[in-house]
Protein backbone atom coordinates (compact mmCIF):
# COMPACT_ATOMS: atom_id res chain seq x y z
CA UNK A 1 0.00 0.00 0.00
CA UNK A 2 1.20 3.86 -0.98
CA UNK A 3 2.54 5.70 2.01
CA UNK A 4 -0.33 8.09 1.10
CA UNK A 5 -2.65 5.69 1.47
CA UNK A 6 -1.80 4.53 4.88
CA UNK A 7 -1.76 8.07 6.27
CA UNK A 8 -5.64 8.52 4.49
CA UNK A 9 -5.98 5.05 6.17
CA UNK A 10 -4.94 6.56 9.48
CA UNK A 11 -6.71 9.73 9.19
CA UNK A 12 -10.13 8.23 8.20
CA UNK A 13 -9.44 6.08 11.28
CA UNK A 14 -8.91 8.90 13.76
CA UNK A 15 -11.84 11.29 12.58
CA UNK A 16 -14.04 7.75 13.29
CA UNK A 17 -12.80 7.61 16.61
CA UNK A 18 -13.16 11.47 17.19
CA UNK A 19 -16.55 11.19 16.09
CA UNK A 20 -16.79 7.82 18.54
CA UNK A 21 -18.15 5.65 15.70
CA UNK A 22 -15.18 3.44 15.90
CA UNK A 23 -16.14 1.74 19.31
CA UNK A 24 -19.75 2.08 18.59
CA UNK A 25 -19.05 0.15 15.27
CA UNK A 26 -19.80 -3.04 16.39
CA UNK A 27 -22.66 -5.31 14.36
CA UNK A 28 -26.23 -3.90 15.89
CA UNK A 29 -25.07 -1.32 17.80
CA UNK A 30 -26.63 2.35 17.17
CA UNK A 31 -24.27 5.23 16.74
CA UNK A 32 -25.09 8.80 15.85
CA UNK A 33 -25.38 8.23 12.17
CA UNK A 34 -27.47 5.45 12.46
CA UNK A 35 -29.77 7.32 14.61
CA UNK A 36 -29.83 9.74 12.04
CA UNK A 37 -30.74 7.98 9.38
CA UNK A 38 -33.02 5.94 11.69
CA UNK A 39 -34.80 8.70 12.38
CA UNK A 40 -35.73 10.34 9.03
CA UNK A 41 -39.15 12.08 8.45
CA UNK A 42 -40.09 14.32 6.06
CA UNK A 43 -40.15 18.27 6.92
CA UNK A 44 -42.71 20.33 5.22
CA UNK A 45 -42.48 23.43 7.50
CA UNK A 46 -39.46 24.98 8.21
CA UNK A 47 -38.29 28.23 10.19
CA UNK A 48 -37.81 31.59 8.13
CA UNK A 49 -33.74 31.15 8.26
CA UNK A 50 -31.26 30.66 5.28
CA UNK A 51 -28.78 28.04 5.29
CA UNK A 52 -25.30 29.36 6.31
CA UNK A 53 -22.85 29.28 2.82
CA UNK A 54 -20.94 26.49 4.92
CA UNK A 55 -24.40 24.55 5.89
CA UNK A 56 -24.34 24.27 1.82
CA UNK A 57 -21.29 23.60 1.22
CA UNK A 58 -20.99 20.88 3.67
CA UNK A 59 -24.49 19.39 2.78
CA UNK A 60 -23.13 19.56 -1.64
CA UNK A 61 -19.90 18.08 -0.21
CA UNK A 62 -21.55 15.31 1.48
CA UNK A 63 -23.80 14.68 -1.82
CA UNK A 64 -20.60 14.07 -3.80
CA UNK A 65 -18.84 11.94 -1.73
CA UNK A 66 -21.40 9.46 -2.65
CA UNK A 67 -20.35 6.24 -4.85
CA UNK A 68 -20.28 6.89 -8.47
CA UNK A 69 -20.34 4.37 -11.32
CA UNK A 70 -17.24 4.30 -13.13
CA UNK A 71 -16.20 7.54 -11.56
CA UNK A 72 -18.86 9.23 -14.51
CA UNK A 73 -20.26 11.38 -11.86
CA UNK A 74 -23.29 11.45 -14.42
CA UNK A 75 -25.05 14.28 -12.54
CA UNK A 76 -25.67 18.22 -11.10
CA UNK A 77 -27.36 19.62 -8.36
CA UNK A 78 -28.79 23.32 -9.08
CA UNK A 79 -29.36 25.03 -5.54
CA UNK A 80 -32.19 27.75 -5.91
CA UNK A 81 -31.40 30.78 -4.09
CA UNK A 82 -33.42 33.47 -6.12
CA UNK A 83 -36.87 33.96 -4.62
CA UNK A 84 -39.20 34.63 -7.77
CA UNK A 85 -37.33 31.08 -9.01
CA UNK A 86 -38.23 29.44 -5.60
CA UNK A 87 -41.84 31.02 -5.89
CA UNK A 88 -42.42 30.15 -9.64
CA UNK A 89 -40.93 26.51 -8.99
CA UNK A 90 -43.27 26.31 -6.09
CA UNK A 91 -46.36 26.89 -8.28
CA UNK A 92 -44.93 24.42 -11.20
CA UNK A 93 -44.68 21.22 -8.67
CA UNK A 94 -48.37 21.58 -7.93
CA UNK A 95 -48.37 24.19 -5.43
CA UNK A 96 -46.03 23.53 -2.54
CA UNK A 97 -45.33 26.45 -0.51
CA UNK A 98 -42.39 24.67 1.14
CA UNK A 99 -40.42 24.58 -2.23
CA UNK A 100 -40.82 28.62 -1.82
CA UNK A 101 -40.31 28.57 2.27
CA UNK A 102 -37.14 26.85 3.43
CA UNK A 103 -33.48 27.35 4.31
CA UNK A 104 -32.31 26.39 0.92
CA UNK A 105 -33.59 24.25 -2.42
CA UNK A 106 -31.81 21.94 -4.69
CA UNK A 107 -32.53 20.09 -7.44
CA UNK A 108 -30.49 16.79 -8.26
CA UNK A 109 -30.59 17.04 -12.58
CA UNK A 110 -29.44 13.32 -14.13
CA UNK A 111 -26.62 14.95 -16.33
CA UNK A 112 -24.44 13.58 -19.24
CA UNK A 113 -24.11 17.38 -20.64
CA UNK A 114 -20.57 17.70 -19.21
CA UNK A 115 -19.85 13.92 -21.06
CA UNK A 116 -21.05 15.40 -24.55
CA UNK A 117 -18.70 17.81 -24.67
CA UNK A 118 -16.09 15.15 -23.61
CA UNK A 119 -16.56 13.49 -26.98
CA UNK A 120 -15.01 16.91 -28.66
CA UNK A 121 -12.32 17.57 -26.33
CA UNK A 122 -11.29 13.67 -26.84
CA UNK A 123 -12.06 13.41 -30.50
CA UNK A 124 -14.10 9.77 -29.53
CA UNK A 125 -17.67 9.24 -30.59
CA UNK A 126 -19.18 9.27 -26.83
CA UNK A 127 -22.74 9.39 -28.01
CA UNK A 128 -24.23 5.95 -29.22
CA UNK A 129 -23.41 5.86 -25.19
CA UNK A 130 -24.24 8.92 -23.29
CA UNK A 131 -27.66 8.38 -25.59
CA UNK A 132 -28.08 4.78 -24.03
CA UNK A 133 -30.63 3.08 -21.81
CA UNK A 134 -27.80 2.03 -19.80
CA UNK A 135 -26.37 5.23 -19.27
CA UNK A 136 -29.42 7.17 -18.62
CA UNK A 137 -30.44 4.63 -15.59
CA UNK A 138 -26.53 5.43 -14.72
CA UNK A 139 -27.44 9.00 -14.06
CA UNK A 140 -30.68 8.30 -12.41
CA UNK A 141 -28.82 6.18 -9.39
CA UNK A 142 -25.47 8.47 -8.95
CA UNK A 143 -28.01 11.41 -9.06
CA UNK A 144 -29.88 9.33 -6.42
CA UNK A 145 -26.77 8.18 -4.38
CA UNK A 146 -25.27 11.62 -4.30
CA UNK A 147 -28.91 13.28 -3.17
CA UNK A 148 -29.15 10.53 -0.13
CA UNK A 149 -26.08 11.43 1.15
CA UNK A 150 -26.67 15.28 0.86
CA UNK A 151 -30.10 14.79 2.89
CA UNK A 152 -28.62 12.38 5.99
CA UNK A 153 -25.91 15.33 5.95
CA UNK A 154 -28.30 18.34 6.31
CA UNK A 155 -30.12 15.60 9.03
CA UNK A 156 -27.09 15.13 10.97
CA UNK A 157 -26.59 18.92 11.51
CA UNK A 158 -30.36 18.95 12.73
CA UNK A 159 -31.92 20.26 9.37
CA UNK A 160 -35.18 18.92 8.18
CA UNK A 161 -35.42 17.55 4.18
CA UNK A 162 -38.12 17.13 2.01
CA UNK A 163 -37.36 15.63 -1.67
CA UNK A 164 -39.96 17.15 -4.10
CA UNK A 165 -40.58 14.49 -6.95
CA UNK A 166 -43.83 17.16 -7.96
CA UNK A 167 -40.45 18.59 -9.93
CA UNK A 168 -41.45 16.22 -12.86
CA UNK A 169 -44.97 17.62 -12.72
CA UNK A 170 -43.67 19.95 -15.65
CA UNK A 171 -40.39 19.41 -16.90
CA UNK A 172 -40.73 21.77 -19.65
CA UNK A 173 -41.83 24.90 -17.14
CA UNK A 174 -38.49 23.70 -14.84
CA UNK A 175 -36.34 23.37 -17.60
CA UNK A 176 -37.14 27.04 -18.64
CA UNK A 177 -36.70 28.56 -15.35
CA UNK A 178 -33.45 27.05 -14.58
CA UNK A 179 -32.06 26.52 -17.96
CA UNK A 180 -31.02 22.74 -18.35
CA UNK A 181 -29.62 21.98 -21.94
CA UNK A 182 -30.10 18.31 -23.56
CA UNK A 183 -28.45 15.41 -21.70
CA UNK A 184 -29.80 17.11 -18.63
CA UNK A 185 -33.50 15.94 -16.51
CA UNK A 186 -33.79 17.89 -13.42
CA UNK A 187 -34.76 14.64 -11.20
CA UNK A 188 -36.50 15.92 -8.11
CA UNK A 189 -36.02 18.47 -5.65
CA UNK A 190 -34.78 18.97 -1.73
CA UNK A 191 -36.36 21.16 0.21
CA UNK A 192 -33.70 21.80 3.34
CA UNK A 193 -33.77 23.60 6.12
CA UNK A 194 -34.50 24.51 10.05
CA UNK A 195 -37.62 22.41 11.25
CA UNK A 196 -40.73 24.56 12.01
CA UNK A 197 -42.88 21.29 12.56
CA UNK A 198 -41.45 17.98 12.92
CA UNK A 199 -43.79 14.99 11.60
CA UNK A 200 -43.98 11.34 12.85
CA UNK A 201 -42.24 8.85 11.67
CA UNK A 202 -44.03 7.03 9.15
CA UNK A 203 -43.55 3.22 9.61
CA UNK A 204 -41.61 1.46 6.53
CA UNK A 205 -42.84 -2.33 5.41
CA UNK A 206 -41.27 -4.61 8.08
CA UNK A 207 -37.63 -5.67 7.39
CA UNK A 208 -38.72 -9.27 6.79
CA UNK A 209 -40.91 -7.90 3.87
CA UNK A 210 -38.24 -6.47 2.04
CA UNK A 211 -35.20 -8.03 2.84
CA UNK A 212 -35.23 -11.64 1.16
CA UNK A 213 -31.98 -14.09 1.39
CA UNK A 214 -30.77 -16.08 -1.34
CA UNK A 215 -34.26 -16.06 -3.52
CA UNK A 216 -36.87 -13.81 -4.35
CA UNK A 217 -39.95 -14.51 -2.75
CA UNK A 218 -42.09 -14.89 -5.52
CA UNK A 219 -45.39 -16.61 -3.22
CA UNK A 220 -48.21 -14.35 -3.58
CA UNK A 221 -50.35 -15.96 -1.12
CA UNK A 222 -46.76 -15.13 1.83
CA UNK A 223 -46.78 -11.28 0.13
CA UNK A 224 -50.40 -10.78 0.46
CA UNK A 225 -50.33 -12.04 4.01
CA UNK A 226 -47.54 -9.95 4.86
CA UNK A 227 -48.85 -7.02 2.97
CA UNK A 228 -52.62 -7.62 5.55
CA UNK A 229 -50.51 -7.28 8.44
CA UNK A 230 -48.47 -4.20 7.37
CA UNK A 231 -51.83 -2.57 6.68
CA UNK A 232 -53.22 -3.13 10.14
CA UNK A 233 -49.76 -1.31 11.27
CA UNK A 234 -50.59 1.31 8.67
CA UNK A 235 -54.16 1.92 9.56
CA UNK A 236 -53.49 2.16 13.47
CA UNK A 237 -50.48 4.54 12.72
CA UNK A 238 -52.98 6.84 10.80
CA UNK A 239 -56.05 6.57 13.67
CA UNK A 240 -53.31 7.35 16.37
CA UNK A 241 -51.82 10.58 14.13
CA UNK A 242 -55.47 11.90 13.71
CA UNK A 243 -57.56 11.18 16.66
CA UNK A 244 -59.73 8.11 14.72
CA UNK A 245 -60.43 10.47 11.13
CA UNK A 246 -58.19 8.90 9.77
CA UNK A 247 -57.38 4.59 9.05
CA UNK A 248 -56.05 4.13 5.42
CA UNK A 249 -54.04 1.06 4.53
CA UNK A 250 -51.28 1.24 2.91
CA UNK A 251 -52.05 -0.97 0.15
CA UNK A 252 -55.29 1.16 -0.56
CA UNK A 253 -53.25 4.15 -0.47
CA UNK A 254 -51.29 2.70 -3.11
CA UNK A 255 -54.14 1.37 -5.03
CA UNK A 256 -55.73 4.50 -5.24
CA UNK A 257 -52.43 6.05 -6.76
CA UNK A 258 -51.35 3.46 -9.12
CA UNK A 259 -54.72 3.62 -10.74
CA UNK A 260 -53.56 6.71 -11.95
CA UNK A 261 -51.44 7.25 -14.81
CA UNK A 262 -48.77 9.96 -13.90
CA UNK A 263 -46.16 11.77 -16.09
CA UNK A 264 -47.27 10.09 -19.01
CA UNK A 265 -45.23 12.69 -20.89
CA UNK A 266 -41.75 11.55 -19.17
CA UNK A 267 -40.76 9.28 -21.88
CA UNK A 268 -41.37 11.61 -24.85
CA UNK A 269 -39.58 14.67 -22.67
CA UNK A 270 -36.66 11.89 -22.18
CA UNK A 271 -36.20 11.23 -25.21
CA UNK A 272 -36.17 14.57 -26.56
CA UNK A 273 -33.27 15.31 -23.97
CA UNK A 274 -31.51 13.32 -25.95
CA UNK A 275 -31.21 10.20 -22.98
CA UNK A 276 -32.47 6.61 -22.73
CA UNK A 277 -32.66 6.22 -27.11
CA UNK A 278 -31.10 2.85 -27.63
C1 LIG B 1 -38.10 11.06 -5.02
C2 LIG B 1 -39.09 11.55 -3.98
C3 LIG B 1 -40.03 12.51 -4.32
C4 LIG B 1 -40.89 13.05 -3.36
N1 LIG B 1 -41.73 14.05 -3.70
C5 LIG B 1 -42.45 14.68 -2.75
C6 LIG B 1 -43.21 15.84 -3.07
O1 LIG B 1 -43.26 16.30 -4.23
N2 LIG B 1 -43.88 16.45 -2.07
C7 LIG B 1 -43.85 16.00 -0.78
O2 LIG B 1 -44.47 16.62 0.08
N3 LIG B 1 -43.14 14.90 -0.44
C8 LIG B 1 -42.43 14.24 -1.39
N4 LIG B 1 -41.66 13.14 -1.06
C9 LIG B 1 -41.61 12.67 0.33
C10 LIG B 1 -42.38 11.37 0.51
O3 LIG B 1 -43.76 11.64 0.45
C11 LIG B 1 -41.98 10.77 1.87
O4 LIG B 1 -40.61 10.46 1.87
C12 LIG B 1 -42.79 9.49 2.17
O5 LIG B 1 -44.16 9.78 2.31
C13 LIG B 1 -42.31 8.86 3.47
O6 LIG B 1 -42.42 9.79 4.54
P1 LIG B 1 -41.16 10.24 5.41
O7 LIG B 1 -40.11 10.76 4.47
O8 LIG B 1 -41.68 11.31 6.32
O9 LIG B 1 -40.70 9.04 6.16
C14 LIG B 1 -40.84 12.56 -2.02
C15 LIG B 1 -39.91 11.56 -1.70
C16 LIG B 1 -39.05 11.06 -2.65
C17 LIG B 1 -38.03 10.01 -2.27
Redesign the pocket.
Known amino acids: MAGHDQEDLKSFRSSLKKDGLLHRREAGKMNDLIETILN???V?DFEDKPLSKEQIETIVKSAQAASTSSFIQAYSIIGVSDRSKKEKLAEV??N?P?VANNGHFLVFCADLYRHSLIGEMEGSNVFPSIESTEKFMVSLIDAALAAQNAAIAAESMGLGI?????IRNNLEAVEEILKTPDYVIPL?GMAIGHPAKL?D??PRLPMNHVYMENEYEQDPEVLKEQLNSYNELISAYYKERTGGTRADTWTGQMGQMLEKKSRMYMNDYVSKKKMNLR
Not at 162 to 166: D, E, L, N, R, S
Request: with cysteine; aromatic share 18%; charged share 25%.
Open positions: HRSRVGQYCYIGGFNKK
